[in-house]
T-cell receptor, first 114, second 115 residues
Framework: SQKIEQNSEALNIQEGKTATLTCNYT??????LQWYRQDPGRGPVFLLL?????KEKRKERLKVTFDTTLKQSLFHITASQPADSATYLC?????????????FGGGTRLMVKP | GAVVSQHPSRVICKSGTSVKIECRSL??????MFWYRQFPKQSLMLMAT?????????EQGVEKDKFLINHASLTLSTLTVTSAHPEDSSFYIC???????????FGDGTRLSIL
């Protein structure tokens, strides 16, 4: 079955630095991958989608890469701010997807210190 | 942007009570809605997929008689936790999708605490 792995340990960085989060997957070749942000006690919020034929996608200070050979996506936040502190989830379409069902990784908590 | 409203945000009730959670898509029609459960510091676990006008599809290990789902319209899905017990205490989140590779839009979750 498909498996998605994100670093379960919190990532602590200094304000202004670039945060890089990793999402690895196995037993699957997804057509796309999505990244979400989740704040404590709230539902996830969609950030970016990257398709299998796209190497890189940018949105403001966010950048996502997708390496289908390595089966890995990297999520970067440049010039990080304390307000970027949250848990970031990657999500892939379900292997037997008949709609837009997603399977989520465990998430990585990012802490940006001022 | 697409907005999903989930109500109530928090429920505290006695064991044996049935609890209904509503999920509404406010500005779009959702052909599919999803119900997730999330334990502290863990990821979202899909419980069931709800399609308007048809029976919900439950994930393995999720009791359909325990977690009743009704998707009466393209903008409303409800999850009823029947005869809730302390082990049902969790954070329940719904989302709505528009199909294809479109992102899911999430409600803000319901914190359910069973005493």
């Amino acid at each position: 079955s498909q498996k998605i792995e994100q670093n379960s340990e919190a990532l602590n960085i200094q304000e202004g630095k670039t945060a890089t989060l990793t999402c690895n997957y196995t037993n699957y070749s997804p057509a796309y991958l999505q990244w979400y942000r989740q704040d404590p006690g709230r539902g996830p919020v969609f950030l970016l989608l990257i398709r299998e034929n796209e190497k890189e996608k940018r949105k403001e200070r966010l950048k996502v890469t997708f390496d289908t050979t390595l089966k890995q996506s990297l999520f970067h936040i440049t010039a990080s701010q304390p307000a970027d502190s949250a848990t970031y989830l990657c999500a892939l379409p379900h292997a037997n997807n008949a709609g837009n069902m997603l399977t989520f990784g465990g998430g990585t908590r990012l802490m940006v210190k001022p | 942007g697409a907005v999903v409203s989930q109500h109530p945000s928090r429920v505290i009730c006695k064991s044996g009570t049935s609890v209904k959670i509503e999920c509404r898509s406010l500005d779009f029609q959702a052909t599919t809605m999803f119900w997730y459960r999330q334990f502290p510091k863990q990821s979202l676990m899909l419980m069931a997929t709800s399609n308007e006008g048809s029976k919900a599809t439950y994930e393995q290990g999720v009791e359909k008689d325990k977690f009743l789902i009704n998707h009466a319209s393209l903008t409303l899905s409800t999850l009823t936790v029947t005869s809730a017990h302390p082990e049902d205490s969790s954070f329940y989140i719904c989302s709505a999708g528009q199909g294809g590779n479109q992102p899911q839009h999430f409600g803000d979750g319901t914190r359910l605490s069973i005493l």
